[in-house]
């Protein structure tokens, strides 16, 4: 189960000024492959979903998560 949402992962590409294909480059994903977990298309393997975690966390994204509230916090990074 990966510890962020789909919201969260939108959220942290708007906020890096990313795209979906940057996310996936970043990622070493397809760009179809960060389509299908946006659009809930078809289930990601724990592997796919571990590498668009690492590339979010590694420029700088940290994911946050209580039982009533989500979000994430981005920050600079070089």
Do not use: C, Y
């Not at 996310?23 to 571990?50: C, D, H, M, V, Y």
């Not at 994204?61 to 600079?76: A, N, P, Q, Y």
């Amino acid at each position: 189960m990966p510890t962020f949402t789909v919201e969260q992962v939108r959220a942290a590409r708007a906020f890096l000024g990313w795209t979906q294909f940057d996310l996936g480059k970043s990622a070493g994903l397809s760009l179809q492959t960060i389509r299908n977990f946006e659009t809930g298309s078809f289930p990601l393997s724990s592997a796919s979903l571990a590498a668009m975690g690492e590339a979010l966390e590694k420029a700088g994204v940290e994911f946050l998560k209580s039982d009533k509230r989500i979000g994430l916090t981005v920050r600079r990074v070089g």
